[in-house]
């Protein structure tokens, strides 16, 4: 099973300014490849942590993707930090500079050009699907906060890391609340320790009271366990089951 | 300054099913008391993990809020990490058990009453806002998941916390780039040292391409910040000024 991190960089975020909407995107794109999100760290806008950060969880994981904090102004510090993290320097990427060159023309300033800063050492994955590329450092993402354009680089990923199967996620929307639940949950548990069971209430919802899913990636096992949970619950309880890798939009 | 963290909590968040909700909350709520959010860190639902987390949180900031994983099914282990981060066991509390049969009247079984569970020691607030008490441990604050309830905690912590000054956040909203931008942010960060500067570029927007924040505790400072930065700006590249507290909504 490989395994990921994700890094969220940025003041805005635990200032409240804005709320996060890259993580959910990221999640989404690493189920379908199979990958395993395994935590999401968001920090501030600071050398010392971000580079510290970035040496723990790219040890620990197959995959480290950051978010935020690659444009051309005083906070933008994740270059250097994963430079640091890595014990190398910053150097000028020439490909980077000329695609900057072309897109700002006359106007080109040094602080534009700031943003054609790598590590010493990464690479620079070339896509047909974004003109920008990618940068990538060991197994260190390097990806823009902007959310429309951190959305464009999933294409990448997908491309780059390639789909082991995709998890599988199945569910059963039901109007019984989690303490009624609990011995049916718990028996579904424990007779398929290979399936991820999460069980989902919701505050005062006219349809149901309580989603359980099934998630793992062989798509009989879920289907065998969730089928098991339809089992033991009356079926009058049952409002619908939702099947495939169907998810919520987030809210 | 009182620094906190948060601990979200929740396998549905990593693995893309829903978007976290609660952080933009929390970190609005304690920006509003002046209590700077440093980290955010979404983790799964595993015992080992959130005690680990929640022990080295604890230790570092002063407030750590958790998001998560006090219902009653087998993944909400939330309480007993908790505990175990402070090597204590878990016992049921009275007052909740109480609460809790006379919500469910009749229908009340084990599984709803594991949520009057918390860890030896823990103190419970009362509050006019929410009938359900709130469950601190230390300066661990062990909050559910569910948006809507954790939205309300958010009068529990006002009360309990007190507010020191609250942040005051202003804003420049610009058609000029951060690149173009960079010279003058440049100096009005060395020239305000007590003021945080941020820069937020738009994608494709056809109102403006940055925003750039002025945040602090001195609103006169603040303004000052701003103020040299207008200055610096040629006037028809400010699209309007913003100021006080105001922040957009979450999109």
Chains 1, 2 share one sequence.
Do not use: C
């Amino acid at each position: 099973l490989r395994t990921a991190a994700a890094l969220i960089i940025g003041n805005e975020i635990l200032s409240g300014k804005i709320a996060d909407q890259n993580s959910v995107v990221l999640a989404r794109a690493l189920r379908s490849l199979g990958v395993t999100l395994v935590r999401a760290h968001v920090v501030a806008d600071e050398l010392s942590t971000i580079r510290d950060e970035v040496r723990a969880l790219s040890e620990r994981f197959d995959f480290l993707f950051t978010s935020g904090g690659v444009g051309p102004t005083h906070d933008d510090v994740t270059v250097d930090a994963v430079a640091a993290a890595f014990g190398v320097g910053v150097e000028t990427s020439g490909i980077m500079e000329k695609l900057l060159r072309e897109y700002y023309g006359d106007r080109v300033s040094d602080g534009h050009l700031r943003m054609a800063r790598i590590p010493v050492g990464a690479r620079l994955i070339q896509s047909h699907h974004i003109p920008w590329p990618t940068v990538v450092m060991h197994n260190v993402w390097v990806l823009p906060g902007v959310p429309q354009i951190f959305a464009m680089k999933m294409a990448v990923i997908k491309d780059e890391l390639g789909a082991d199967r995709p998890f599988v996620s199945m569910a059963v929307v039901t109007t019984m609340d989690e303490g009624e639940l609990k011995p049916s949950i718990d028996a579904v548990v424990s007779a398929h320790p290979e399936v991820e069971v999460g069980s989902y209430p919701r505050f005062r919802d006219p349809e149901y009271k309580t989603k359980v899913t099934f998630d793992g990636l062989d798509p009989a096992l879920v289907r065998d366990a969730r089928d098991a949970f339809v089992r033991l619950v009356p079926p009058q309880a049952v409002v619908r089951l939702e099947d495939g890798v169907t998810q919520e939009p987030p809210k």
